[in-house]
């Protein structure tokens, strides 16, 4: 949305680009949605791509622009733009964002990282940087490159932060491996207290037992564990499954974690 800062929240020039672009391509190419557009139906629609949600969405847009000034809008879409997801848990504007990928406070990132997470709003499935670092690379390098065509970085700044490694922290995700069931069945039961995109945009911290690093490290003593015991009592490789139930010596209370090996 390269004019975001010029139009009124409908950029008809934009549209008319993506129309022939989508032409030229004999298919669906590129979107002539704003940043406006795409913070209410983030908000407030599903991604039906109906003629009726569409204008919806622009009736949404022209409300906000009336109402909310350009830098509150970018804010608002920074807060809550989907940048991936980790063992089935979404990850949600730039602060979760730069924890889950960099192990940072937003406040905290240096150009290289921002650039890298700029460009994942395309797409982050096809820039994951933990799957693949060598797209994440070159979609950091467009951004770069459109910062210093607008003169908002130097020639020396684009070129270091060109040549920076990602900076990614240890892939271990926001829950550990094996705990993904785990949330599915938390959201779950919060569905039937919270509606709609309440729980991606109402703000809520869900606390639960769960400890990941204690997660990560029963399901690495198995992973570890069992083999040695196939291999002395001669058991073909994957046959031994295993559970891991833990105790706190202060309470006596019980804790199932769910590990497995298959």
């Not at 009736?59 to 109402?67: N, W």
């Not at 271990?172 to 039937?192: I, K, M, P, T, W």
């Not at 029963?218 to 002395?232: F, G």
Request: contains cysteine; aromatic residues 8%.
């Amino acid at each position: 949305d390269k004019r975001f800062f010029e139009h009124q929240g409908i950029d008809f020039r934009g549209i008319l680009r993506a129309l022939w672009a989508d032409i030229r391509a004999a298919g669906t190419v590129q979107g002539g949605s704003t940043i406006t557009q795409q913070l209410a139906k983030n908000l407030f629609l599903t991604n039906r791509k109906t003629i009726t949600r569409k204008v919806v969405e622009v009736l949404y847009a022209k409300r906000f622009e009336a109402l909310y000034s350009k830098e509150k809008i970018l804010e608002a879409y920074m807060n809550e733009v989907y940048l991936g997801a980790s063992h089935g848990v979404q990850i949600s504007g730039m602060a979760e964002g730069c924890r889950h990928y960099f192990g940072l406070n937003v406040r905290d990132v240096n150009l290289p990282r921002a650039a890298l997470l700029a460009g994942l709003i395309r797409s982050p499935g096809s820039y994951d940087p933990f799957r693949k670092p060598e797209e994440a690379k070159a979609r950091r390098r467009v951004v770069l490159d459109l910062l210093l065509a607008d003169s908002k970085i130097s020639r020396a700044e684009r070129d270091a932060a060109d040549r920076a490694p990602l900076g990614l922290r240890k892939a271990v995700g926001l829950v550990a491996s094996g705990s993904a069931s785990y949330v599915d069945a938390v959201r779950s039961q919060l569905a039937e207290f919270y509606q709609g995109s309440a729980l991606e945009t109402a703000g809520l911290r869900i606390y639960t037992p769960l400890d990941p690093r204690l997660q990560a490290a029963a399901q690495e003593a198995l992973d570890s564990t069992l083999p040695r015991i196939e291999k002395w009592r001669k058991l073909a490789p994957g046959t031994l499954q295993g559970a891991v139930v833990v105790l706190e010596p202060g309470t006596g209370l019980e804790g199932k974690l769910k590990t497995a090996r298959k």
